[in-house]
């Protein structure tokens, strides 16, 4: 009887925070001097899709003075990050100037969308992308930084006329003030790029 009423407490208790998680609005993250994220990426090209740049590897983003510094590591080397991956990193943090997949406060059950220019490899003339996103739930996850109960995000993103469909999946911890896991896919139609990317390690003042 005893072990029954610990684990109907143990049970009460997952529930309450729970629920306390999915009724939380996320404000926007307070960034402080020191605070870095280094994050991995691994990206896979479909269908005959090459890239020279390809955003792999592993990146490191650190705030001072109101600025963010980017970097790659590169056979054992910490060096400026290539421009290029610059505006993807800091859309994990809810700072990219094109890429707005976080905007604040939000809470579970908020949807919101945005529009932005997008060129492909080889084209001159960019084109109009729509992204819709969606606030799902609140999910435990793990990745080499740790275990974090994060904002599950989904995203929905197409060209002109529903054309050329990307989806992504991603999930934003307040604790680290950032996304520690994303996932994109584009390759719906046969050829494409998928990336996952994970927070392997981080400091931020609390």
């Known amino acids: 009887m005893k072990r029954q009423k610990l684990s109907?407490?143990?049970?009460?208790?997952?529930?309450?925070?729970?629920?306390?998680?999915?009724?939380?609005?996320v404000p926007a993250p307070v960034f402080q001097d020191g605070d870095f994220w280094q994050f991995?990426?691994?990206?896979?090209?479909?269908?005959?899709?090459?890239?020279?740049?390809?955003?792999d590897g592993v990146y490191e983003l650190f705030y001072s003075q109101g600025n963010f510094r980017i970097f790659h590591?590169?056979?054992g080397q910490r060096e400026p990050a290539d421009r290029s991956v610059r505006g993807p990193l800091l859309a994990l943090l809810g700072q990219g100037s094109v890429i707005k997949d976080l905007q604040f406060p939000f809470s579970v059950g908020q949807k919101w969308d945005y529009k932005?220019?997008?060129t492909t490899i080889g084209s001159k003339k960019p084109f109009l992308r729509s992204v819709e996103i969606s606030v799902t739930g609140v999910e435990q996850v793990t990745t080499p930084a740790g275990s974090f109960n994060a904002f599950k995000l989904q995203t929905e993103e197409t060209s002109?006329?529903?054309?050329?469909?990307?989806?992504?999946?991603?999930?934003y911890s307040p604790e680290t003030k950032s996304v520690v896991k994303y996932l994109f896919d584009s390759t719906q139609t046969g050829a494409g790029t998928k990336r996952d990317i994970q927070l392997i390690k981080f400091k931020t003042a609390r």
Do not use: C, M
Not at 41 to 53: F, K, L, M, Q, W
Not at 163 to 168: A, F, L, S
């Open 116 to 118: 932005y220019e997008f």
């Open 160 to 171: 002109r006329l529903g054309e050329h469909p990307w989806e992504g999946t991603f999930y």
């Open 8 to 25: 109907l407490a143990a049970a009460a208790a997952l529930l309450l925070a729970a629920f306390n998680a999915f009724s939380q609005e």
């Open 40 to 55: 991995k990426a691994v990206e896979t090209n479909v269908g005959g899709i090459s890239r020279s740049n390809p955003f």
């Open 73 to 75: 590591f590169a056979d």
